[in-house]
């Protein structure tokens, strides 16, 4: 193709997405696993395998130069308005115990069955020149992500956000997930030691500078501005603008760090006052555009580097250890620390299936790693893999866990009761 391919490009993405997340829906799945099997199906596994001269003249990769920018604005947009949200849910300050003990364990666990997977897996599929410990740590932090928006959705569609399960699972959702991006923050520091000690005390150093800042400073000054330009919840046009701005500048220091664009994106929308009339806003004028258009670009450009030689030799019993890692540490992290909480067997193994939904989470770690060179193509396949597979179970699992079981007498348990005094 002589000219830019990105209308045509956007077409396809979009439709492609939009019919599998209707699919999926109708089904009783979130949206989302439909737009990342969108990525699947448009990349060399499925359009590339089925039409190879058209899929190499779509997605040529000298045309992705405009979408890779598009995939990039959406990423930023959705991960600022993710850490917007990151607040614990009505009510459930009291239940901080049980929530830290979800959390934690359902961190750990997978993090320490990432690190068991791990010499099994780096002879064959690391890239060349990464080395065993960043492979090994970025394989750790990639099992303990949760997905804190899909798992909202999930608890949502089910009318159970406010039962004792929905509110222990998101409060638990809440501490992995700051957890997990904190951990995960280290790591791609770590991965900077390739480039001298000198690199990692800067980014380290730095890190800590740019959280000081957002919470000392640029946290009270925008709420002093909102406070006098949105003293109702909704920012004007150049309001939201100043937001945006500060949304691209946290993103780019993050990114000069060494680390990535969303880590800045998300450390400045945790930062924002806990506002819910604010947080409509920005779902409302930011999250929607980013999840209907810019997102689904994001899943594309996943897919397209997704390799059917994941699945070639070792590669069925490597993703067999990464789906064994990832499901067994947050199902039964997510179980004990239920269980340690007093709650009793069909409730804990229900907030252990939600802690084991990824979701869309996962692809953007994915998508760190394989940016920073520490995993290839065909770890980042079964990664996928992973994340849409793990999604899926949750809701199956929730529902047959709490069949027949009343709402409002999911018993919370004894520690629950001490946490409320």
Wanted: with cysteine; hydrophobic share 60%.
């Amino acid at each position: 193709m002589s000219h830019s391919p990105l209308l045509l490009q956007l077409i396809v993405i979009l439709g492609t997405a939009r019919v599998l997340a209707l699919l999926l829906r109708y089904l009783g799945q979130p949206a989302v696993i439909g737009e990342m099997l969108a990525g699947i199906m448009l990349g060399p596994i499925v359009f590339g395998a089925l039409a190879q001269e058209l899929h190499a003249a779509l997605f040529a990769r000298e045309s992705l130069g405009a979408l890779t920018g598009l995939s990039q604005l959406g990423l930023v947009i959705f991960m600022f308005v993710v850490g917007a949200e990151m607040r614990m849910p009505t009510g459930v300050r009291t239940q901080m115990i049980a929530a830290t003990r979800v959390g934690v364990l359902t961190v750990v666990l997978p993090m320490l069955l990432g690190l068991a997977i791990s010499p099994m897996l780096h002879p064959r599929f690391a890239p060349d020149g990464v080395s065993y410990w960043p492979f090994a740590l970025f394989m750790a932090a990639s099992m303990a992500i949760t997905a804190f928006p899909v798992m909202a959705r999930i608890l949502k569609d089910t009318h159970m956000t406010h039962t004792p399960v929905g509110q222990l699972s998101l409060a638990s959702a809440a501490v992995t997930d700051v957890l997990a991006w904190v951990i995960l923050a280290l790591v791609v520091a770590l991965i900077s030691l390739d480039h001298g000690w000198v690199g990692f005390g800067r980014t380290v150093i730095g890190l800590v500078v740019v959280v000081g800042l957002a919470f000392g400073v640029v946290r009270p000054l925008i709420s002093r501005v909102l406070q006098r330009h949105a003293s109702d919840g909704k920012p004007d046009g150049m309001v939201l603008a100043l937001l945006l701005v500060i949304t691209f500048v946290f993103a780019a220091v993050t990114q000069w760090l060494q680390l990535h664009a969303v880590f800045g994106a998300f450390l400045f929308g945790a930062c924002l006052p806990r506002d819910d009339r604010l947080l409509h806003t920005l779902v409302e004028r930011l999250e929607y555009m980013a999840i209907v258009v810019l997102m689904p670009v994001f899943f594309a450009l996943a897919g397209l580097n997704t390799t059917p030689d994941a699945f070639g030799g070792t590669g069925f019993g490597a993703l067999g250890l990464i789906l064994g890692a990832a499901i067994i540490g947050k199902i039964v992290g997510g179980l004990a620390g239920a269980r340690w909480s007093g709650m009793d067997w069909h409730s804990s193994m229900a907030v252990g299936s939600m802690m084991n939904a990824r979701g869309l989470m996962e692809l953007i770690v994915m998508k760190i790693g394989l940016d920073v060179g520490v995993i290839g193509k065909e770890i980042f396949t079964m990664l996928m893999v992973m994340a849409i597979l793990t999604t899926v179970m949750s809701t199956p699992l929730l529902m047959a866990f709490m069949r027949g079981r009343h709402p409002g007498k999911h018993a919370a348990g004894a520690a629950l009761g001490e946490s409320r005094q």
